[in-house]
Every structure is written in C-alpha cells, then in structure tokens.
C-alpha cells in the first residue's frame, strides 16, 4: 500500500489541524493505522493508532484529549484531528499502516510510510 499524508501547516497555539492520510490500493481496510512524529533532532515517537475497522484507537498520553484519530475505509484514508495544539507538538507526521495485531506503538512494526506532513505551531 502506498500513503501519502496533507494538512500539515503553520498554526498558532491553541488552534487545530486535521491531517488526511490517503492510502492506495484496495486492501486498505485489511491495516491497522498509526500516526507518528519527528521532531528536530528528536526521535520518531508514536502518536495514535486505529484498528482496521475503525472502532478501537489508542494514543500516546502527550496527545490524549486533544488528537484524534479516524478512518474512513470507503475512502481509503485515515484522518488525525489535532486540538489545542501546543509548541511542543510541532514536528513532521508521518501516518503508517501495519498488517500486525493491533494496537502496536512502535514504529518498527509498521510495514509501509507516508511521506511525512510538516506541523508547526507558533507561540
């Protein structure tokens, strides 16, 4: 499956983006879904994750109450709303897709990437 993550933008804090993550291919809905990010000189940390039906997510704690993640499997895409965004969540999001049993947090057991979407959010 190839992904190709938008929505990335500069956004001041407090203020909400959604990323949309369109997937090609018509075994979409056999992957469970991951969002990551990257900031600067920072490692690729786990953001949140969907299960291939769309009715279970998990998130880290840094984004928890303020992302969330969805999918929309007509479409072949997964979404991220992102709410009351803070400094500290700018970065690069990658989304990813896993044939693995869900959830998985790491990013060595996502399978296939998107290109990445840049975030920045202003103080």
């Known amino acids: 499956v190839q992904l190709q993550a938008s929505g990335g933008g500069l956004v001041q804090a407090g203020g909400s983006l959604r990323l949309s993550c369109a997937a090609s291919?018509?075994?979409?809905?056999?992957?469970?879904m991951g969002w990551f990010r990257q900031a600067p000189g920072k490692e690729r940390e786990f953001v949140a994750t969907?299960?291939?039906?769309?009715?279970?997510?998990y998130y880290a704690d840094s984004v928890k109450g303020r992302f969330a993640i969805s999918r929309d499997n007509a479409k072949n895409t997964v979404y991220l709303q992102m709410n009351s965004l803070k400094p500290e969540d700018t970065a690069v999001y990658y989304c990813?897709?896993?044939?693995?049993?869900?959830?998985?947090?790491?990013?060595?057991?996502?399978?296939?990437w998107g290109q990445g979407t840049l975030v920045t959010v202003s103080s």
């Open positions: 990813s897709a896993s044939i693995r049993t869900y959830p998985r947090r790491l990013s060595y057991e996502y399978d296939y």
């Open positions: 291919g018509r075994s979409f809905r056999t992957y469970n």
């Open positions: 969907i299960n291939w039906s769309g009715d279970s997510t």
